[in-house]
């Protein structure tokens, strides 16, 4: 299944599955809903918010300007705005999800998972077994990045946390996983604002998931639960 906006024109192709389209609550917003046993979602459109409520065969959404919300989506989900907010409630896979401009709250994920905001909070739940690899990659240029794992999840964890000589200068990577935490005294003036960088590492549990965490002027808390 296809769908694809522009300013004046909207083209939907179907598989063997239907899509239904609502824009009652803004003129350029997008309600997608799809049959259990369909196709895979996929929008792409101008501007404007999209809302899939269901996507049992996963879902693949862009926009170039809209906040994006994902309710149950299975298999996989890829969501990408230049400027918006992305919320996904439940995820039964891997989660490819990056705004220019916004926050990302991933609810409940049971695969990968890799997001990115230009500026703007990062919320990820990781939750079910752990026996397979899912591997975490979180960036943001300017917002605080959470991540709650389960228990038994096994992690080398690389976290970089850098903040300005223009800012607060007071934050911090909350953990209590006994890893190792490294802090820079030399401002580094080679990359514009001068900075200084946070590092924390090590390996929790038998460490077969990579994560990485990356953030500028926000904190980082990674806790078990």
Do not use: C
Not at 197 to 210: A, F, K, M
């Amino acid at each position: 299944m296809h769908i694809r906006l522009g300013a004046f024109a909207l083209l939907v192709s179907l598989g063997i599955g239907f899509v239904v389209l609502s824009t009652a609550r803004s003129p350029m917003g997008v309600l997608a809903a799809a049959a259990p046993g369909g196709d895979r979602i996929s929008i792409n459109k101008m501007g404007g918010e999209i809302d899939v409520p269901d996507a049992p065969d996963g879902a693949d959404v862009a926009t170039m300007g809209g906040n994006i919300h994902i309710g149950n989506v299975g298999r996989s989900a890829s969501a990408k705005t230049m400027g918006g907010d992305i919320v996904i409630e439940r995820a039964d896979g891997p989660v490819d999800a990056s705004t220019m401009g916004g926050k990302i709250a991933l609810r409940q994920v049971t695969g990968a998972v890799h997001a990115s905001t230009m500026a703007g909070d990062v919320t990820v739940h990781l939750t079910g077994a752990s026996s397979t690899r899912r591997e975490i990659h979180l960036g943001s240029n300017a917002g605080t990045i959470r991540l709650t794992v389960p228990k038994d999840y096994g992690m080398d964890v690389r976290i970089k946390l850098e903040y300005t000589q223009n800012s607060s200068q007071d934050f911090r990577v909350s953990q209590q996983l006994g890893l190792t935490e490294r802090q820079t005294t030399d401002w580094d003036t080679s990359r514009g604002t001068p900075r200084k960088y946070i590092y924390v590492s090590g390996r929790v549990g038998d460490g077969q998931n990579q994560v990485t965490i990356d953030t500028i002027n926000g904190d980082v808390i990674l806790k078990q639960e």
